[in-house]
C-alpha cells in the first residue's frame, strides 16, 4: 500500500471516533474507506502481438515466468502482484477463481478459453518495490478479436496508465494501434510509448523508426511523453518509467476530492445540527416542510426529463451515434476493400469493431456528457426556492451549488482505479437493474424500474456499459456478414458490396441492442444524479427531525450535543488539516 493511501485511511478510521456519539451519519465514510485499501494502480502493457511485451516483464522481473512467444488464441492477460506466498489465481467469467501453482502458467494455454484473465502472485523484489502498481501482460492486438476485445473491454476503464511496446521491426504505428491509441485518449488514459527490441536494428535504422514514430504520436495525440528506446536494457528502462508515473499523486487525484467533500459534507452536518438546535418547533417544521417539499420537485422533474428521453431524445441518440459509425465506417473503406480482396475475414472484423469501438465510445461520451450536465442543472434549478430558505436557515448560502459540483465533478471523473474490486459501480448498478426488471417483471417499451443507487458511476461508466456489450455483440454477427467475402470479387465490386450492404449491414443489427443500452443507461443516468439529489434533501431531513426533536424531550441533552457538536468539529478540522490540507514533502 502507498504512503498516501496509508494517510487517507488514518484519517478516515479516526473520524469514526469523533462522531460516534453524535447525530452525524455517513455512508460515504465507510464506501470510501473500502474504495482506498482497494486501490490498486493496474499498468497494462499493450502492444502488437510478439512485440516482446513478454519478454520485457520477463527481463523486468529477472526471472523467465511469463510464457513467449505464445499464439494469439492461447495469451490471456495476467496481472503480476507481489506475494510471500506465490500462486495463480484464473478467473472465471462468473467472478469466481482457481488457484493454482505458478507452474501452472505453462500449461494453462490449453484451457485458456475458460477464464477471463490471470493473477499471478510472485515472491518478487522488483514487485514488492511497486506497493499498490500491477504490471499488465495483456493479449496482443493481433490477438484473436475477442480474446483481445475482453482484455481491452476490461482493462480499458482500469488501466491507469499505459505502456505501449512496439517493436522496431514494425518500422511505425500501424492504422489499428492507432485506432487503439486514440480509445486511450477518449479515456483520458496517459500513455508512455516503448520502442522495443532496438538491439536488432542498427543505430541509424532505429533513429528513422524513432523519429517516424515519433511524428505519428505528435500528430495524433498532441500531448504525450517523449518516446523511450529499449534494447537489452528493458529492466531498467521499465523501471525510470515506473517511477515517472508518480503513484502518490495518482492516489491522491482520485480520492483527494473525495475526501474533501466528505470533510464538508460532515462539517456541514454539524452546521445545520447546532442551527436546527438553537431554531424554534415552528421554523424547524417549516424547514422540514420545504425540503420534504423539495424532494416531490426533484421526482416530478426526474420523471419528466425521464418521459422526455423516451419520447425524443433516445431515438435521437440511436440516429446520431448510428450515422456517426456508419461515416467513420466508409472513412476507411480502402482499408476494409484490401482486407476484403485479400480474403482476410479475421482482419476485416477486425477494422470494423476497431472503428465501431472508437466511434461509439465518442459519441456516447459526448452525448452522455451533454445529458449529466443538463440533468444536474435543471434538478439544481427545480431546487432554487430551496437552497435559498435552507440557506438562510442554517446561513450557508452555497450548500446547492456545493452539490452541484460535487455531483458534476464525480460524474466526469475519469479513473476507477478498483482494480482488485468485485466489478465497478457501473456493473454493481447494472445488476440490481435486471434484478428489479425480473422482480417486477418488466417488459419492453415500459418505464424502467427504479433502481436505488449506490454512489454515482461516472459517465466514462456508463459509456463503457453501452459499449462493450455492443462489440461483443458485433463480433458476433460479424461472419455472418461478411460470409461474402470468399466469394472472389473484383475490387471494384466489393468496394460497393462494402458500402452498399456491409456497413449498412452492421447499423442495423446494432440499431436495436443500442436502443435498449442507451435507454437503460441514460436512464439510470437521471436516476442516480436524482438520487443523489434526493440523499442530500433527506440527510437534511434527517438532522433536523432529531435535533428538534431531542431539544422537545429533554433540553439539557440537547445542550450536551451542542457541547459535543462544537468538539467534535474543532477535532474534525484538525484531522483534516493534518490529512488533506498540510504542504507535503
Ligand atoms: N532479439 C530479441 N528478440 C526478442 C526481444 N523481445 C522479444 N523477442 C522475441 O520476440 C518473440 C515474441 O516475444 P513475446 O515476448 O512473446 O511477445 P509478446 O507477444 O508481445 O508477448 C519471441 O520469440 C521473443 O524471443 C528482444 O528484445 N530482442
Ligand atoms: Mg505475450
Redesign the pocket.
Known sequence: MLNTQRTYLNYLNAIFPVIADTALQSDELTRLQNDIQHTELLVPVI?????????????FLGETI?????TPET?LATELRYSSDPHLLAMRLDGSAERMDVTALATLKARAHEFTHLQLYLDNPRLKALPSLVLV?MP?FGSSLSNHNKAIAYYLPRGVHFIV?T?VEDGNITQSMLRQLDDLHTYGRAFTFLL?????RSDEQVQDVAELVDEQIRINFADTRPLVR???D?APRLTEVLASLQPEQIIRDVFEDRLKDLTHSLLNQINLALASLQKTQGENQHALNELAQGIRKIERQRDNILEDLRDQQLERTVEYCLSAAGRELDSVQSELVSAAVSGNQEAFSRIVSEVVRGSMTRSIKDQMDHLSRTVVTDFAQALGDLGQSMGQFNNEQSWLGQITDRINRTLHKTGETLGHWNGTLAERNGRELERLKQETGWEHGKPLPRVTYQGLATVLAVTTSVVNPLIELAIIFLPNILAFINEGRQREQLRQKVINEVIPAVKGEMRERLHTLLNEQMDTLVTQVSSEFEREIAEKQRLIDEMSASRQQDAEAAQQQVELLIQCREQLQQLAKQALYEVRS
Do not use: P, Q, R, Y
Request: charged share 10%; no cysteine; glycine share 16%.
Open positions: 502492444g502488437a502481438f510478439s512485440a516482446g511485451k513478454s519478454s520485457l516483464l520477463n527481463t511469463l510464457s513467449v512467444g505464445l495469451e501482460d496482443g511496446v517493436s522495443n527490441k532496438i538491439n536488432l529499449v534494447g537489452l528493458a
